[in-house]
């Protein structure tokens, strides 16, 4: 195998890790991801993750609640993802450091430029939690933020569907589904699969984003090395 990309950051979502209990987390499902990236890190690619936290609590789910508060609990939600990947990945042989966009020192380095790169040098994964650590913001947007401050070669979204559809494959059996899409079409169409603000961020920076389902065997792997899979959208 050939990797087709030297530096990567892999967006999981929380509900993806939450398996098909829907909520917290699957270690099977963590078990395949990590073996997924070890063989990814062997093949000698860097490799950095955002994890999101929906599995544990998402923002909107605060109803009464203020929005900055419940977005602050997403961020700690994130966390928890981190650690327990973090954990399986060391479990494994791969030496993996989390850092946090919001101070907490007693569990995770803070979040610095330099410092992630270092790792990367170093042969270590990045896992990046807290999202931006700034409320109104998403995981997305952190994902893509990251991403072009580590000036990876692709943002890869590993989601709980196989791309990206022109609406709901599960509220319609007839959604189609694209294999390219250019990102101001994600923009000027509002489609939901990754929000506006990380769509032009990925955009303006000319970052090629690649949404897959995670489910699919080795996907992660595959697309690492380049295979066509899910959803690819850049400025093309």
Known sequence: MTPKYKRV?????????????????DESVISVVVEQIKTVHDLGVEVALVIGGGNFWRGRQGKQMDRTTADHM??????MNSLAMMDALEQRGIPTRVQTALIMTSVAEPYILRKAIHHF???????MACGTGNPYCSTDT??????????????????????????????NPAAKKYDHINYLDIIKNGIKAMDSTAATMCMENNIPVIAFGLEE???IVR??????LGTIIDNN
Do not use: F
């Open 223 to 228: 697309v690492v090395c380049g295979e066509r």
């Open 121 to 127: 040098e170093k042969k270590r994964v990045v896992i």
């Open 142 to 171: 952190a994902a893509a933020q990251r991403a072009c401050e580590i000036q990876a070669d692709v943002l890869m979204m590993a989601k709980n569907i196989d791309g990206i559809y022109d609406s709901d494959p599960k509220l």
């Open 9 to 25: 950051l892999i967006k999981l979502s929380g509900e993806a890790l939450a398996g098909k209990q829907g909520h917290g987390l």
């Open 217 to 219: 065997k080795d996907s």
């Open 74 to 79: 997403g961020m700690l939600a994130t966390v």
